[in-house]
């Protein structure tokens, strides 16, 4: 246990003292702050912090374009109460033409010509994205057929509008979880366990080949137990990956409670999140870092040269990618029997049972089992990592491989 402490409180110095580590990290969580508090000051309408005043100047504002029409159908008896029902100045012309040499000419903002009671043409110059007039103008004449359709049946005006009053109030209860709530907080959790096993578990990896490589693990292994050689050096990259982590996300949670007056709670979405939910991504996403952290620190040991990392780690980084995918099909259907069997595999439950305690239903003795799958994977890992890694430092060469290790160590 001494040797252990040693290894970890050397490999922890080492991340704390690096400025490239340090840096990063104050360069991302300060970002992230300025990301939430900066808008709070310049775009005060983004965040709900336009006054009523401002409010009553946009409306206004809209209801003052200037646009025209072209009737070209005798149908429409009353086109003045049409054209009653859309905000907005309007000019009438004699042609079509006239209207499309006045929309070319900015003359007005945009013009419809009107062949029938269900057939009209929007003209206007340049469409942009956030362009909502024709579907106005659109549902303003469906409107104004079903008035006259009433209206010739017998209706009167104070019937037609009565009719029209009607409204349905629907209240939600929802039983379980609220899964369009929970979706984009548990989104962005998945994302940043997906960052620390594939960014941190590569550094560890790196870390211990580096040592390899330049034949520094020699002198460590006569010295040092190996078994704690490999605890200390994983565990102080986890650590490290973690603490990173929590200070940017910290960072962020702690600007937004500052600034949520300002938000107006827009942000809720993605800073309140529920005390069961983020217990479950400490547990699992936790666990799961571990056991893949175990794994890229066996590999560390099975390669003598740095550029060799990636062409080893690649299957053990498609394993994580496909628990990636399998995690992003399941935040649609947190309850398909996909994710069922997903959450009691040690390395897809870290993102699957995360998730269905998230965003679904799931009893309690399943996140049981689930928590205690993964300890046994991780502690296998492990054991697996530190009898690969004891077999491994003194081989150089062509990467190992983890059948030919395995055979080797089951002849000993």
């Given at each position: 246990?001494?040797?252990f402490?040693t290894?970890l ?5 080492n991340?704390?003292k690096?400025k490239?580590f340090l840096v990063t990290?104050?360069f991302?969580a300060?970002?992230?702050v300025g ?6 000051f310049f ?20 209801s003052?374009e200037?646009l025209?029409?072209?009737v070209n ?9 049409l ?6 100045q309007?000019?009438?012309y004699?042609?079509e033409?006239?209207l499309?040499s006045?929309?070319?000419?900015e003359e007005i903002e945009?013009?419809?010509?009107l062949?029938g009671?269900?057939?009209a043409v929007?003209?206007?110059n340049?469409l942009t994205m956030?362009?909502n ?5 659109s549902s ?10 009433l ?8 019937e037609i509008?009565?009719a029209?009053s009607f409204s349905v109030?629907l209240e939600?209860?929802?039983l ?6 929970n979706?984009w907080?548990?989104?962005v959790?998945?994302?940043?366990i ?6 941190y578990g590569?550094?560890i990896?790196?870390?211990?080949t580096?040592e390899?490589s330049n034949r520094?693990?020699e002198?460590l ?6 078994n704690?050689?490999i ?7 986890a650590i490290a990956?973690v603490?990173q982590?929590v200070?940017?996300i910290g960072?962020g949670?702690?600007?937004y ?5 300002a938000?107006g709670?827009?942000?809720?979405f993605?800073f309140?999140i529920?005390?069961?939910v983020?217990?479950?991504f400490v547990?699992?996403g936790?666990l799961?870092?571990?056991?893949y ?8 040991a099975?390669?003598?040269?740095t550029?060799d990392?990636s062409?080893?780690?690649?299957p053990v ?9 399998i ?5 649609t259907?947190?309850?398909?029997l ?11 439950s ?9 965003m679904g239903?799931?009893a309690l003795?399943e996140v ?11 502690v296998?890992?492990g ?7 004891r077999?491994?430092?003194?081989h150089?060469g062509n990467?190992i491989?983890l059948t ?5 160590m089951?002849?000993?």
């Amino acid at each position: 246990m001494k040797q252990f402490m040693t290894v970890l409180k050397f490999e922890l110095n080492n991340y704390f003292k690096n400025k490239s580590f340090l840096v990063t990290t104050l360069f991302l969580a300060v970002l992230l702050v300025g990301v939430i508090v900066v808008p709070t000051f310049f775009l005060p309408g983004l965040t709900g912090g336009a006054s009523k005043g401002e409010e009553t100047e946009q409306t206004e504002e809209t209801s003052q374009e200037q646009l025209g029409i072209f009737v070209n159908t005798t149908e429409i008896a009353d086109v003045d109460s049409l054209l009653a029902m859309i905000p907005g100045q309007w000019s009438s012309y004699e042609d079509e033409e006239s209207l499309r040499s006045a929309v070319e000419a900015e003359e007005i903002e945009a013009g419809f010509v009107l062949n029938g009671p269900s057939d009209a043409v929007y003209v206007v110059n340049n469409l942009t994205m956030s362009e909502n007039l024709s579907q106005t103008f659109s549902s303003a004449l469906a409107q104004y057929q079903k008035q006259t359709y009433l209206k010739d049946h017998g209706l009167s005006p104070e019937e037609i509008a009565q009719a029209d009053s009607f409204s349905v109030n629907l209240e939600q209860e929802v039983l379980g979880k609220d899964g369009s709530r929970n979706y984009w907080y548990t989104y962005v959790l998945v994302f940043v366990i997906y960052m620390l096993i594939l960014f941190y578990g590569q550094m560890i990896a790196v870390s211990i080949t580096t040592e390899k490589s330049n034949r520094a693990i020699e002198i460590l292994v006569t010295s040092v137990n190996p078994n704690s050689l490999i605890f200390g050096k994983v565990l102080a990259g986890a650590i490290a990956g973690v603490l990173q982590m929590v200070v940017i996300i910290g960072a962020g949670f702690g600007a937004y409670r500052a600034c949520r007056e300002a938000w107006g709670g827009m942000l809720d979405f993605l800073f309140q999140i529920p005390g069961n939910v983020m217990a479950s991504f400490v547990v699992f996403g936790l666990l799961s870092y571990l056991l893949y952290a175990f794994i890229f620190g066996m590999l560390g040991a099975m390669v003598s040269k740095t550029e060799d990392i990636s062409k080893s780690a690649t299957p053990v980084t498609l394993i994580y990618v496909a628990s990636f995918l399998i995690a992003m099909v399941g935040l649609t259907d947190s309850d398909s029997l996909l994710m069922k069997v997903a959450s009691f595999v040690p390395f897809t439950s870290g993102n699957a049972m995360f998730i269905r305690v998230s965003m679904g239903s799931v009893a309690l003795w399943e996140v049981g089992l689930s928590v205690l799958l993964l300890v046994i994977g991780c502690v296998a890992a492990g054991i697996l990592a530190a009898k690969i890694f004891r077999f491994g430092t003194l081989h150089y060469g062509n990467p190992i491989k983890l059948t030919k290790a395995l055979k080797s160590m089951g002849q000993q």
